[in-house]
Nanobody, 120 residues
């Protein structure tokens, strides 16, 4: 089982920046990818960015050019640098770790979420 702890959320003005961090602990040896999802009020949870252990990266269209995901495999951590934030980025951001489990399937582990609010 993997435990995830997020940090770095908060209140920021439009056009500002925030950096989210997520540290994994527990059975981290089978993690194959980590990433960030977000959920705004009244909306479904959606992918923001993900990075595989191979280094392959995937961004949502809304994140491209503004957000940068990075990972420290040795520390089992993942960061999300968010620049030029706007009100539509307001959401609870969740860290996720995808692990290979018995049988070869992929199982996600979720953090508790961190609130990001973009407002003047």
């Amino acid at each position: 089982q993997v435990q995830l702890v997020e940090s770095g959320g908060g209140l920021v003005q439009p056009g500002g920046s925030l950096r989210l961090s997520c540290a994994a602990s527990g059975r981290t040896g089978n993690i194959v990818a980590m990433g960030w999802h977000r959920q705004a009020p009244g909306k479904e949870r959606e992918l923001v960015a993900a990075i595989a252990s191979t280094g392959n990266i995937n961004y949502a269209d809304s994140a491209k050019g503004r957000f940068t995901i990075s990972r420290d495999n040795a520390k089992n951590s993942v960061n999300l640098q968010m620049n030029n934030l706007n009100s539509e980025d307001t959401a609870v951001y969740y860290c996720v770790a995808h692990s290979v489990v018995r049988g070869g399937s992929i199982s996600p582990s979720w953090g508790q979420g961190t609130q990001v609010t973009v407002s003047s």
